[in-house]
């Protein structure tokens, strides 16, 4: 069993900024830990892909968030994060961390990122 635990989330004005922390009860220094993810709901909408990285730090972005946010991770602090930029209304959602760890999938609780002025 594998618990991720969110946090940095909060409210912020537009074109503010957040970082988001996962913090993972198992190693993540292991090509057996790929990919990871950040994924988001918004009120009424279904749950979507933001960014992810592989094992080999490869990473990739939704289009509506390349530029803007990024992705990484710590294997020495078994943390991934997500750096948010230049933050519009519309990336106000739920943010939940997910992480493949040999070949299950884990998902954190979430945390709930409001964007506005």
């Known amino acids: 069993q594998v618990q991720m635990v969110e946090s940095g989330g909060g409210l912020v004005q537009p074109g503010g900024s957040l970082r988001l922390s996962c913090v993972c009860s198992?190693?993540?220094?292991?090509?057996?830990?790929?990919?990871m993810a950040w994924y988001r709901q918004a009120p009424g909408k279904e749950r979507e892909l933001v960014a992810a990285?592989?094992?080999?730090?490869?990473?990739n972005y939704a289009d509506s968030v390349k530029g803007r946010f990024t992705i990484s991770r710590d294997g020495g602090k078994n943390t991934m994060y997500l750096q948010m930029n230049s933050l519009k209304p519309e990336d106000t959602a739920v943010y939940y961390c997910?992480?493949?760890?040999?070949?299950?999938?884990?998902w954190g609780k979430g945390t709930l990122v409001t964007v506005s002025s």
């Open positions: 990285i592989t094992s080999g730090d490869s990473t």
């Open positions: 997910n992480g493949n760890f040999y070949g299950m999938d884990y």
């Open positions: 198992r190693s993540i220094f292991s090509i057996n830990v790929s990919p």
